[in-house]
């Protein structure tokens, strides 16, 4: 398995922007297609969008689509979410999360590495 260690969470005002970074332990990160997921308050966890162990294959959720941007740099062991236009509903704590299959899933069950987690606020 792999080690995730999120960053870059904060508070920021609607129609704000904030870029979160993921780092990984171990030699194998390019193994591993990432994801991103958050939890709002009194909800379930959702996805919000993942990468392909090469980085060219992404997929969003309907609800964050044109504007956030996942990426990773796998010589850097780090994926990273720029998060632009944010709105109160963005509010959160997002986890990146470590799939062995080749493009990522949009379902929990398929990512075995999961980070801590990090606060996301967006204020109106």
């Known amino acids: 398995q792999v080690q995730l260690v999120e960053s870059g969470g904060g508070l920021v005002q609607a129609g704000g922007s904030l870029r979160l970074s993921c780092a990984a332990s171990?030699?194998?990160?390019?193994?591993?297609?990432m994801g991103w997921f958050r939890q709002a308050p009194g909800k379930e966890r959702e996805f919000v969008v993942r990468?392909?162990?090469?980085?060219?294959?992404?997929y969003y959720a309907d609800s964050v689509k044109g504007r956030f941007t996942i990426s990773r740099d796998n010589a850097k062991n780090t994926v990273y979410l720029q998060m632009n236009s944010l709105n109160p509903e963005d509010t959160a704590v997002y986890y990146c999360?470590?799939?062995?299959?080749?493009?990522?899933?949009?379902?929990?069950?398929?990512?075995?590495?999961w980070g801590q987690g990090t606060q996301v606020t967006v204020s109106s």
């Open positions: 990468i392909s162990r090469s980085g060219v294959t992404t």
């Open positions: 999360a470590a799939s062995p299959l080749r493009y990522g899933s949009s379902r929990e069950a398929d990512f075995g590495s």
């Open positions: 171990g030699r194998t990160f390019s193994s591993y297609a």
